[in-house]
């Protein structure tokens, strides 16, 4: 018996946007249809399976590495596919929203790979997912160009040789979208939507192009939920009709659980895999959800004392670049955010000089490639990895079997010396207002304090005034973490920024929605599992 025909999908609570009907067909939205048919219920079932998985570490406050699969692990003789010629050399990577001038410049950047986010880098608006995918398909058909309306300064694209190769990372798992419903009401998963108009629109293309469907796929949990993507995958190269192995994933290990998974995420993958990444701020963000209550041991100290050479750090970047190597996958390292300044030469001295180091040591530990939020940090970083590499496009050839990593090593969060600080408090506070405040108005990619921050960061600064305020910290300052103390510097910081830019741009921003909204997430007893999930509510359009 044949299937049922897929029902089409509303588009609902959403302004008609300028070329809509170029991504919004009626073909494209029947594969979307299909993609939910097929795979929402899977997805469900995988969100609750995180849940009973949360409440089990809860209970034990520790993690292994998974019994059933230890054959998968023990078993040398799989690798994943070969790696596609432009996905072979991914020395530097450079990451940002779809917006036009970001497509433009990003693709220019020099930078071997661009990830094209729709993620945590995009505040999920309705205009920012359709116009999103119409930039990345003018980019592809070169109809593409920018004029700053400030500046007057005019961007366009470089010769095809010369632009970074396109990685899309869609929306994680847990996010819906609430401007497409099927007719039974609900609503889209966000990583079918963007990956299912993406892939339907552009995966030919692609091929023509000699490229081909790309992703990063971020928030995985389990080697459960890449088996999930890698059916997405099946299916969608049938449906189009393109060879299967044509798509290929990136798996962001940002996530505790997923630490523990690598070898099997890979498994699923295999015939679709291209490599994992270490990404730091979600890494640590879901070590504090998944051990919020598993007492001091799990305190973790300011985020920015938390650098890749902690110990528990050291062990998952490690155990990343052995693992992936073992398996022919590319090993992609963390970002560099630093944001250069126009104005303050020494500052962007020092910037530079702890960027360099930070990618001298991914390169000396055996990564293919990094991660950079701004054109201008994309020589440093090509700079360290040319240095190690020199003509070869990676070095999947360093084994790193010195690496040997227990599964206390991954959550060995008291072996640093650091503790949290007044001044850590404070920066969270000031980050979680003013990148919430932005988020709300649709930017998801927001300059602060000379870093790109984005919903990773937030979700980082949120996590640590709750975790400090229910362990009960005690500041050096002899202050203790409190409520009081969380609203007293939130107050405080609202009243700066009304002092910094004035009564009538106050007015005009989000500037209380996000106070309010961050002490709700850093406060109640309640802790919401992503900070984007009562943000969306409060976002227009």
């Known amino acids: 018996m044949s299937a049922p025909a897929p029902s089409p999908l509303a588009i609902v609570d959403a302004e008609p946007l300028p070329r809509q009907e170029e991504v919004l067909t009626d073909a494209a939205l029947a594969f979307v249809a299909e993609l939910h048919r097929l795979f929402t219920p899977r997805r469900d079932e995988l969100l609750a399976r995180r849940a009973e998985r949360r409440a089990e570490i809860a209970r034990t406050s520790t993690l292994d590495f998974l019994p059933e699969t230890a054959s998968i692990r023990a078993d040398d003789s799989w690798q994943v596919a070969p790696a596609p010629a432009a996905l072979n050399d991914r020395r530097v990577e450079i990451t940002g929203p779809t917006d036009r001038k970001m497509t433009v410049n990003a693709l220019n950047s020099g930078a071997r790979v661009w990830l094209a986010d729709f993620e945590d880098a995009s505040a999920p608006t309705w205009e920012n997912v359709v116009t999103g995918q119409l930039n990345l398909t003018d980019a592809y058909t070169r109809n593409i160009d920018f004029t700053d309306p400030r500046s007057g300064k005019s961007y366009a694209l470089k010769a095809d040789e010369d632009l970074a190769t396109v990685v899309v990372r869609p929306r994680g798992w847990h996010l819906n979208e609430r401007h497409l419903v099927a007719a039974d009401g609900t609503a889209v998963p966000g990583a079918l939507v963007d990956f299912g108009l993406y892939f339907f629109h552009n995966a030919r293309r692609l091929i023509d192009l000699g490229k081909g469907p790309y992703f990063y796929l971020p928030k995985t949990e389990s080697h459960l939920e890449a088996r999930l993507w890698n059916d997405v995958f099946v299916f969608a190269q049938d449906y189009v009709g393109i060879p299967q192995g044509t798509v290929r994933a990136t798996v962001l290990i940002e996530t505790i659980t997923a630490a523990y998974e690598m070898d099997e995420i890979l498994y699923e993958l295999r015939d679709h895999a291209s490599g994992l990444n270490a990404g730091r701020w979600d890494y640590l963000f879901s070590i504090i959800k998944n051990f919020r209550d598993g007492g001091q041991k799990f305190v973790l100290p300011d985020r920015n004392a938390v650098t890749m050479t902690a110990p528990f750090m050291r062990a998952y970047t490690e155990l990343l670049v052995r693992t992936c190597h073992r398996r022919g996958a590319h090993a992609i390292g963390g970002m560099a955010a630093f944001i250069p300044s126009r104005r303050d030469e020494e500052v962007n001295k020092v910037a530079f000089e702890k960027v360099k180091a930070d990618k001298d040591r991914e390169a000396g530990d055996g990564f293919d490639g990094s991660w950079v939020a701004h054109p201008d940090l994309v020589p440093i970083a090509m700079a360290s990895f040319d240095a190690v590499l020199g003509d070869r496009p990676n070095q999947k050839d360093r084994l790193r079997e010195d690496v040997s990593v227990a599964a206390?090593?991954?959550?060995?969060?008291?072996?640093?010396?650091?503790?949290?600080?007044?001044?850590?408090?404070?920066?969270?506070?000031?980050?979680?207002?003013?990148?919430?405040?932005?988020?709300?108005?649709?930017?998801?990619?927001?300059?602060?304090?000379?870093?790109?921050?984005?919903?990773?960061?937030?979700?980082?600064?949120?996590?640590?005034?709750?975790?400090?305020?229910?362990?009960?910290?005690?500041?050096?300052?002899?202050?203790?973490?409190?409520?009081?103390?969380?609203?007293?510097?939130?107050a405080e910081e609202l009243a700066a920024i009304r002092a910094e830019i004035g009564e009538e741009a106050f007015a005009a921003g989000n500037w209380q929605r996000a106070h309010d909204l961050l002490l709700t997430v850093s406060l109640d007893e309640d802790y919401a599992d992503f900070l984007t999930l009562p943000a969306y509510e409060q976002l227009a359009g």
């Open 408 to 490: 206390g090593d991954l959550i060995a969060v008291d072996s640093l010396d650091a503790k949290p600080t007044y001044g850590g408090l404070v920066n969270a506070v000031q980050v979680g207002i003013r990148y919430i405040e932005a988020w709300l108005r649709g930017l998801g990619a927001v300059a602060i304090f000379n870093l790109m921050e984005d919903a990773a960061t937030a979700e980082i600064s949120r996590s640590q005034i709750w975790q400090w305020i229910n362990a009960g910290v005690v500041f050096e300052n002899g202050e203790s973490a409190t409520p009081e103390l969380a609203r007293k510097i939130a």
